[in-house]
């Protein structure tokens, strides 16, 4: 589990394909990383298989790939890392289980006084989890929901965000990791399935 607050921005250093299955290495900045950890990268909860002092390698399931931006990476791509949360950890963001619904592509950036609005699409299915102040990982970075539509939701972010993330350098038409909020997912079962137990 995580909290969607990024501690390093990794570069991918390896990408190798066997059939379907990927090994990544990666260059970080982490610290005390050791084998078997769960790391976030971009959003997605994977295992450390290797590491050396500040490189690391993982494994992909074709399943990943499937359902993430991981297709779309080469050596030289920048990725948001986040260790996974330990009981003592502050919770700056909010529960991300690094487990990806679905991508979606940026559609607009705007840039405000001390922000800018960054508007993706989403597929409609995935909408019921969305509401507006609530939250949202995107390539593991936790978000507030700004606005919402059928088919697209907005997000703000700070010069922070934007300086310490790979979001600040996002163009429009790139694709990226999005995981709804678990517990509005929990939430929006329960009542469905409380409503349809009433008919």
């Known amino acids: 589990m995580f909290t969607g607050i990024i501690k390093n ?3 991918i250093a390896g990408v190798n394909r066997e059939n379907d299955n990927y090994r990544l290495t990666i260059n970080h900045g982490l610290n005390d990383l050791n084998l078997g950890d769960s790391v976030s990268i ?11 002092k500040n ?4 494994d992909v399931m ?3 790939i499937k359902r993430t931006n991981l297709a779309e990476i080469s050596v030289g791509t920048k990725v948001n890392l986040e260790p996974a949360l330990k009981p003592n950890s502050e919770i700056g963001g909010h529960f991300v289980l690094g487990h990806i619904d679905t991508t979606g592509k940026l559609l607009s950036r705007e840039v405000t006084e001390n922000s800018v609005l960054l508007t993706f699409s989403i597929p409609k299915k995935y909408n019921p989890y ?17 606005a919402v539509t059928e088919d697209t939701f907005q997000v703000g972010i700070i010069p922070y965000t934007q300086d310490e993330t790979i979001l ?14 678990i517990l509005g997912k929990y939430i929006y079962k329960d009542l469905k399935r409380g409503y349809q137990d009433e008919k």
């Not at 600040?168 to 909020?181: A, C, H, K, P, R």
């Open 9 to 11: 921005i990794g570069t």
């Open 168 to 181: 600040g350098s996002l163009e429009v038409n790139q694709t990226v990791n999005l995981e709804t909020d």
């Open 42 to 52: 971009n959003g997605i909860c994977l295992t450390v298989v290797d590491f050396q």
């Open 62 to 64: 074709p399943e990943t």
């Open 130 to 146: 969305l509401v507006e102040k609530g939250s949202i990982a995107i390539d593991g970075v936790s978000l507030t929901l700004i």
């Open 55 to 58: 490189q690391f390698q993982v």
